[in-house]
């Protein structure tokens, strides 16, 4: 499984930016995807994470309200809509994948994005 993020970038503050991250080599179900991200000096924490299927969307207090997370489900693509970005939102920001297997589930992370907020 490969993942690769795309549409970091650097933004001032109250900006937007949309994340995506394509996917390939998939064989089995996808349980969860997500977005994850790590701050200078700070443990990689949950952004947002969605389920395939029926479930609950996550979201870290931090960005509720001004973070959505979808999935293109034609290209099994996790989408982040990022709206009213702050200082503090900077960050790598990670794909997440998991999936179903025989065996339980297998978790997959892309590279990364720089996402560089201003103010």
């Known amino acids: 499984v490969q993942l690769v993020e795309s549409g970091g970038g650097l933004v001032q503050a109250g900006g937007s930016l949309r994340l995506s991250c394509a996917a390939s080599?998939?064989?089995?179900?996808?349980?969860?995807m997500g977005w994850y991200r790590r701050s200078p000096g700070k443990p990689r924490e949950l952004v947002a994470s969605?389920?395939?299927?029926?479930?609950?969307?996550d979201y870290a207090d931090s960005v509720m309200g001004r973070f959505t997370i979808s999935i293109d489900n034609a290209k099994n693509t996790p989408i982040l809509e990022m709206n009213n970005l702050k200082p503090e939102d900077t960050a790598i920001y990670y794909c997440?994948?998991?999936?179903?297997?025989?065996?339980?589930?297998?978790?997959?992370w892309g590279q990364g994005t720089q996402v560089t907020v201003s103010s």
């Open positions: 997440n994948v998991v999936l179903k297997v025989p065996w339980g589930t297998d978790i997959y």
């Open positions: 080599g998939i064989t089995f179900p996808i349980n969860t």
């Open positions: 969605i389920p395939k299927g029926a479930g609950v969307t």
